[in-house]
């Protein structure tokens, strides 16, 4: 059984920064493209991100694009989504999915095989 499992969540002020962890076990992590998706209460679920199963290939959303990295450690089974300059907008539950095929970016939830419960992002003076 695939479990992936995020934190480093928590309460920023704008312009901070925060790295998020999404650490995947019961599954082969090198062979997944792993996501990020966002939601905000009364919204979509709302990509973020995503990173080849090599690392080689990354992808953002235009909201994020330029101030969030998403890497990986195979060595680790573990992703991360390094997120800077945060804005009020940012507020939401961060989530990790691994996607078990080759295409490169999946950018819709239904693209993904499994998911994490996610961590909550909470940017506010």
């Known amino acids: 059984q695939v479990q992936l499992v995020e934190s480093g969540g928590g309460l920023v002020q704008p312009g901070d920064s925060l790295k998020l962890s999404c650490a995947v076990s019961?599954?082969?992590?090198?062979?997944?493209?792993m996501g990020w998706f966002r939601q905000a209460p009364g919204t979509e679920r709302e990509f973020v991100g995503a990173i080849s199963w090599s690392g080689r290939s990354t992808s953002y959303a235009d909201s994020v694009k330029g101030r969030s990295t998403i890497s990986r450690d195979n060595a680790k089974n573990t992703a991360y989504l390094q997120m800077n300059g945060l804005k009020f907008e940012d507020t939401a539950v961060y989530y990790c999915?691994?996607?078990?095929?080759?295409?490169?970016?999946?950018?819709?939830?239904?693209?993904?095989?499994?998911w994490g419960q996610g961590t909550q992002v909470t940017v506010s003076l």
């Open positions: 019961g599954g082969t992590f090198s062979r997944y493209t």
């Open positions: 999915a691994a996607d078990q095929t080759r295409h490169f970016p999946p950018e819709k939830p239904g693209e993904y095989d499994y």
